[in-house]
């Protein structure tokens, strides 16, 4: 399984950003995706996780800011950010979970926030 994602970038704060996240290798529909983030000299954290069934979670301090989506047809996850703020700065990744527990990780976006 081979995870791409893009659409990091340098936004002021309040602004919106895309990150896409494009998958190869797996069926897609059945696995579970995710995006991680990593600030500088911390600890990776989930931020948002979509099923197979499209049921979503988010981290509380993303909450009413970002939007995980999926298409299927495309194999591609998205995670839309608005609101952003300085302390959303982070390297996102993306992330599978197949049903066997198989875990992938994509190479890892970076947003940087401006205040």
């Known amino acids: 399984v081979q995870l791409q994602a893009s659409g990091g970038g340098l936004v002021q704060a309040g602004g919106s950003l895309t990150l896409s996240c494009a998958a190869s290798?797996?069926?897609?529909?059945?696995?579970?995706l995710a995006w991680y983030r990593q600030a500088p000299g911390k600890q990776r954290e989930l931020v948002a996780d979509?099923?197979?069934?499209?049921?979503?979670n988010y981290a509380d301090s993303v909450k009413g800011r970002f939007t995980i989506s999926r298409d299927n047809a495309r194999s591609t996850v998205y995670l839309q950010m608005n609101s952003l703020k300085p302390e959303d700065t982070a390297v996102y990744y993306c992330?599978?979970?197949?049903?066997?527990?198989?875990?992938?990780w994509g190479r890892g976006t970076l947003v940087t926030v401006s205040s």
């Open positions: 290798g797996s069926i897609f529909s059945i696995n579970t």
């Open positions: 979509i099923t197979s069934g499209g049921s979503t």
């Open positions: 992330n599978l979970v197949t049903p066997t527990g198989m875990s992938a």
